[in-house]
């Protein structure tokens, strides 16, 4: 479509008020193919249809490359990588005939049992803001538009739909909304307004949010478009400005249509009618939740723009010009979608190897005493509770169904030359899915059991076990503790007390607790690796490949984050029956809460290790004051390639208000080949020397800060001192 102003307001012109309707809230796919969200054509004005999709990790459509979760791609700490994954999922988008991705997700994290952490990239707000604008550039580079979602402060799932995040426009424009403005620097297509409140008010109805902060401070043109019935009252979204309501109809109307969703439920039902509800009931639990409406499941049963929104405009309470501002602005989506870069290619093979290189590159090596790499000839015990099945990713809207799968049994077994022993030694750990359709019950806790015999058997004859293990997690619901489920936190005590050396392999959507970390050799963290997990266990197990990750969020103890008491997380009920989840941290959040407090953690924010050797030679800063950049010189002293993520922070000295220690500002992540020297000049990020005030925004106060390169928010390597002015110029504002 013709992106000129121009023709944008030609076309709304042109429009009939039945026609404006149309684009602004979703309705019923009626033609052949399916979509998660859909806006219909306008023939006579030559306006194509848009059709949405989920998500994050793949696109959830039929068969789809199974890429590692967003949090995995956010242990890259690599921009770079993000826009190659964007371009993949754009382009298997487009080949699938869908015009906009609903993806990719960057709220921060603030709580770390978060259900979607996963899908999320971190902690940090620089490093979450540098990998969501590089992944809308590969996804919109493919001729598809991508959502960016979900704006703002979704930072829990529990009782996602009705929490009132009580938190301050200080760690709003600081922390949470930072990587949504670098999403609109990157022209992103359109931007999803979430489920939540924020003191007090619905995101969907958040005019200082959605208007003066994100469309006239930020500068987004696009549209905002709601969470699935995320819209409660339809006249205030629109005024407050959420431009698009999606799905724009009631689950009565959708979900019949959606016969291939319920065709083999049906099937499933007649099977075993006692476990497995039928479509008929499945429609009613959904109706009896929206009307329970706590929890994670919103009101379902109807679109708020149709009724009040079309009264208003009716009566002229709402005026005609205001729907023309939306209609644009929903064309402006259409601008960014480009169908001439149509592919037949769905599932091409560079996309494999693709998600297995994320799924290396994001693997972190939290410990390991020298067990690791592994020599090929090793005989190898691998036990765990879900070893034969590659673990794709966490529940919910985000779930993608893969053409190939490689469990860490097979990936293990396709590369030792050893033997390799395969036990389970634990019940399954459940996989849960908001599409299994049984809500509620079997997401915690598997009810089969295993015998843990053969697994200690096979561990006792093996040089090294390795042991896999993985947590639950899921939109919709929070995870209970950071405490792997079941009981693995045994399996690898008895696996590590009978075993001659001992790896675990944790499977996780964010932080977990490892109580048995001093008992065993070597541990690594895999994230939810995606279809690749096991073919990407072996390249890290046998260092083929450097373990490429860094933690993108902080390990501790549960009670320690800044969440621990409950008027923080999950909240309490206020007044109208109201939770309210207090931000009483502040700017404090992940690793800046950590070290304004001096607690101690299990493993800091940027820790990984690699199989090389890395030594930190000279650091120095660009003229400016603050300086834009800092230069670094790191050598590799081992036989062997490895990946180094560099990190740049600041620490100010004596802030005039309330500051963190110190902030991530730049990072950057090298392969420095074996014996060899690497430098490189790494761009800092101005916000890190500045902080947001209500009256004057982003101020630089005039002092010093220092510039620490280091391997990790705890473990410095080199530092070098700089002095800060004042910038009171007129675009002083830093970007
Ligand atoms: C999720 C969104 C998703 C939408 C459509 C919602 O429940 O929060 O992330 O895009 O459903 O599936």
Redesign the pocket.
Known sequence: MSTSPDRLDDLVESMTREEKFRLIRGTVLLEEGRA??YLPSIDRLDLPSLKMV??PLGVRLDEATAFPASIALGASFDPALATEFGEAIGAETRAKGIDVL?AP?CNLIRVPQCGRNFEYYGEDPYHSGALVSATIEGIQSQGVGATV??YVANNQEHDRTEVSAAVDSRPLRELYCRPFEAAVDADVGAV?AA?NRINGTYATEHEALLTDVLKDGFGFDGPVMS??WAVNNGLSAARAGTDLEMPGVGVFELLPTQSERLTPLARLNDRWPDRIPGPEALINAIARRASASRGGF?NVSESKFAGELEDAIETGSFAEGELDAMVRRVLTLHTRVDRSKESDQIHPEEHDVLARTMATRGTVLLENDGVLPLTADTDLAVIGPNVTTAKIGGG???EVNPFNTVSPAAGIRNRASGSVTVAQGHPPIDDPSIFSIDIGSRFFGGTESADIRPAIDAARAADVAIVVVQDIAT?GRDRQSLALPGDQNQLIQTIAANADRTVVVVQASGPVELPWIESVNATLCSWYPGQEAGSALGKVLFGDADPGGRLPVTFASEGTYPTGGQTSYPGVIGNENVPVAQYDEGVFIGYRWFDDRERSVQFPFGHGLSYAQFEYQSLSLGDGTPPESATVTVSNSADRSGREVIQLYVEPEAPAVDRPPRELAGFTSVEIPANSEHTCTIDLDPRAFAYYDDENGWTIDEGTATVAVARSSRNTQLRAETAIQADDSEDAEPR
């Open positions: 998660t969200g989920d998500g609903l997700g979602k979900h999803m489920y969470d699935w919103p919910g809207s985000s939109e």
